[in-house]
């Protein structure tokens, strides 16, 4: 079974608007990361935050996390037509296996 | 640098018949892994592998076996192919340090079809 599940599975929106999409899993986690996947390719890490963080910047993205919730956020803002992917949060389900939630699939609109 | 390689990008295979999907990373990793993702899901993985000459099931290992073959070597064996496991696989490695937090590196895929 999955770890993570995001909401919603599919989000379109237009250029320039903020995306935001969630992440909620059962068990406790060390850290919690996102991947995007561009269609028809492999996926690429995007950010990570460790359970004792509640927030981190990277460049357009912001990630949030919320353990009592068992949930994270992950906000593109000022999206592009680049943005359109599939992303996807991941937990470290032991020391160095991580288990992927299902994913949101994100169109920007041009 | 090349980061992690699959062999091949597609295959179609009748059932019953087998093939090995080749995997290699350049980083230096110790940790490989093997995953399929299927239709608008997530990835599942099959098995992976902490170091060199160890391997270990993950989700969903039956249908397949493994071999970490080097440091920078990692394939996955389909011994009798079945419609179930048409799937998209992804090898990946990841970063170093068993008490850091790590990312881990995909590769592009290979599309199978199991007729």
């Known amino acids: 079974s999955q770890q993570g599940e995001e909401d919603p599975q599919a989000l379109s929106i237009q250029e320039g608007e903020n995306a935001t999409m969630n992440c909620s899993y059962k068990t406790s986690i060390n850290n919690l990361q996102w991947y995007r996947q561009n269609s028809g390719r492999g996926l690429v890490h995007l950010i990570l935050?460790?359970?004792?963080?509640r927030e981190k910047h990277s460049g357009r993205l912001r990630v949030t996390l919320d353990t009592s919730k068992k949930s994270s956020s992950l906000l593109i803002t000022a999206s592009r037509a680049a943005d359109t992917a599939s992303y996807f949060c991941?937990?470290?389900?032991?020391?160095?296996?991580?288990?992927f939630g299902s994913g949101t699939r994100l169109l920007v609109r041009p | 640098n090349a980061g992690v390689t699959q062999t091949p990008k597609f295959q179609v295979l009748k059932t019953g018949q087998s093939m090995t999907l080749q995997c290699a990373q350049d980083?230096?990793?110790?940790?490989m892994y093997w995953y399929r993702q299927d239709p608008g899901m997530g990835l599942r993985l099959i098995y992976y592998?902490?170091?060199?000459?160890?391997?270990d099931k993950g989700e969903v290992p039956n249908g397949y076996n493994v071999s970490r073959l080097n440091k920078r070597e990692f394939s996955l064996r389909l011994e009798s192919a079945a419609p179930s496991q048409t799937s998209v696989y992804f090898c990946?490695?990841?970063?170093?340090?068993?008490?850091?937090?790590?990312?881990?590196?995909f590769g592009p895929g290979t599309r199978l079809t199991v007729t």
């Open positions: 592998s902490a170091s060199e000459g160890t391997t």
């Open positions: 935050i460790r359970s004792n963080e």
């Open positions: 990946a490695s990841r970063t170093e340090g068993w008490t850091d937090p790590y990312e881990q590196y």
């Open positions: 980083m230096n990793h110790n940790s």
């Open positions: 991941a937990t470290d389900g032991s020391s160095y296996k991580l288990i």
